[in-house]
């Protein structure tokens, strides 16, 4: 078992115009499920590919334990590996390919069966061990991937989106199973993943990259509830925190901030989290709104009246247990660029008539067409800074 250091970790790639990564420095802990989660193509694997010793490191170092091993061969590092594509040996039972890593190592042929008894118990491949891969389930086979990782019992894991050639039931199912084996074996893991749920439901940490550079690393809850700057709040959460350009108004009887035609107060919870927003030297502000903690107010008579705004309903997706109501509101919509395929989510057009997402509870009675009254939690505001887009709050 061991730590990972990864310390101002950078990587070009010859002849490419910006480095895949730029300057990645986390501590993980010994034990730790860390999850590395962004777009396509911001270096996610190749951060992974670095601490495992498949890819050069331009500069930076990797310590597994208190060892620098950035000169060690990738079989020198004591790391298992589990990729998407689970290369699985089709003429082999299933038993060898599980014990293949160990008949390598030339481990004695009990030791062997005692072992491989053991992981597919812990993997529930039992019944399994003398069939052919070609005669499995896709998570049967993902299963024996990774019994083949983990059976060498290495100090540490290294996953690259190794649920993602499984359909969407089956990945919600290996996604908790891969976290609880992980918790019982206590190996710590780094996971790659481009899915922002399975980061969120899997990992004691998550660590946000864009463009080869380190947006955020902190527990699921803090990244949800205190992202470091818009990006981190438009791609954590589904559907996306509404994101809109607004105005601050300071008077006697304290703050608001004006979002086209609807004016909300900031009560002091607000302020405290975000507490660079009393400060803000501008009145330009970009003010995000998860969708929870948007209301029918029809639902909520008690909810302050200077905290609701009247919108027009655009649309109304009933889930069953809510209904998503998207209204029209008559502020700019924040365009948070980037690889649009992972951010399907996030409706943002940079129009003036910008869409908000509601997640309204099911007794509600609003329907397209209509003009909604829509009750805010206004202490759950979130404040960013429109240059920037970093959060208005110390950090
Ligand atoms: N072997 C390579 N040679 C040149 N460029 C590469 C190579 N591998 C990856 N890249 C580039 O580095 C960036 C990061 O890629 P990658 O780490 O694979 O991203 P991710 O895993 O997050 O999708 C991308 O711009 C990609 O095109
Ligand atoms: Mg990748």
Redesign the pocket.
Known sequence: MATVSLRNLK?S????A?P??SDLSIEIADGEFLVLV????????????MIGGL?DITSGEVLIGDQVVNDFASRDRDIAMVFQSYALYPHMSVFDNIAFPLQIAKVGKEEIARRVQEVAKTLQLEPYLQRRPGNLSGGQRQRVAMGRAIIRRPSVFLM?EPLSNLDAKLRVKMRAEVAQIQRQLAVTTIY?T?DQVEAMTMGDRVAL?RD?VLQQVASPDEIYHDPANTFVAAFIGSPAMNLFYGTLLRDAGGIKVKLGDATLTVPDAALAKYNLVRDHAMTDIIVGLRPEDLEDAALQPDHPVDQVFEAQVALVESLGSDHMAHVALSAPAVAVEDDVDNLEEVSMTGDIQGRCICRFSSQSKARKGDVARVAVACERLHFFDPKTGRALRDT
Request: glycine content about 20%.
């Open positions: 990587k790639y010859a002849g490419a910006q895949a990564l962004g777009p396509s193509g911001c270096g996610k694997s190749t951060a992974l590919k890819e690259d790659v481009h990259m080869g």
